[in-house]
């Protein structure tokens, strides 16, 4: 199908196309779509609670870590004083000065800068989303669901391993289990 076509399949395949893409780059920190960014402060007070606003990027579909120390260690939760900040619409609100350093899950419209394990949970996503509509067949469906599952795993299991290992905190826990 092309860009152009303008029969059911294509039609279908419009509807849903952004929301699936959407979706299942903000459900999990894929590798090929993480960013950082240094934000300024937005001039103008906040309302209550904290000091400062920072307007998010354009791109931003998921928050991993904010942060007012340029060269943070971005492990998640681990050795990491996590400063307090709320978001709200598609501001962060917080007390951190400026600049903050942001690192988030970005949307990418280009498809050539998806991993390919990525591509095909993707289309197997849309082949879900659109396959009662296209085929009238439950049955169908179910298989598209199977293929989902299978794909996604795989390639949340590829992205996994191009990011470092977590260090675990050393809680009386973590050590009892020595």
Same mark, same amino acid.
């Given at each position: ?22 979706? +299942?780059?903000?459900i ?6 993480? @960013? ?5 402060? +937005? ?8 000091? /400062?606003?920072? !307007?998010?990027p ?8 904010? =942060? ?15 400063? @307090?900040y709320?978001?709200?619409? @598609?501001?962060i ?9 942001l @690192? ?11 991993? =390919?394990? /990525? ?28 293929? /989902?599952? +299978? ?5 949340? !299991?590829? $992205? ?11 809680? $009386?826990w ?5």
């Amino acid at each position: 199908m092309a860009e152009t076509d303008n029969n059911a399949q294509s039609r279908a395949i419009e509807a849903v196309y952004d929301g699936v893409l959407d979706n +299942l780059l903000r459900i999990y920190r894929w590798s090929f779509a993480i @960013r950082r960014a240094q934000l300024a402060a +937005l001039t103008g007070e906040t309302v209550y609670g904290y000091q /400062f606003q920072y !307007q998010l990027p354009a791109d931003c579909l998921r928050i991993d870590a904010v =942060s007012d120390v340029p060269h943070q260690e971005w492990h998640y939760g681990y050795h990491m004083p996590f400063p @307090r900040y709320q978001v709200e619409g @598609r501001k962060i609100l917080t007390d951190m000065e400026s600049p903050v350093y942001l @690192r988030y899950g970005a949307k990418l419209d280009d498809p050539s800068q998806y991993d =390919s394990a /990525f591509t095909e949970a993707f289309a197997c996503a849309l082949a879900v989303e659109i396959c009662e509509t296209v085929t009238q067949s439950s049955t169908k469906k179910q298989a598209a669901m199977q293929d /989902f599952e +299978l794909a996604i795993r795989q390639a949340r !299991q590829a $992205s996994a391993i191009e990011r470092p290992p977590i260090q675990q905190q050393e809680t $009386s826990w973590f050590t009892s289990r020595l």
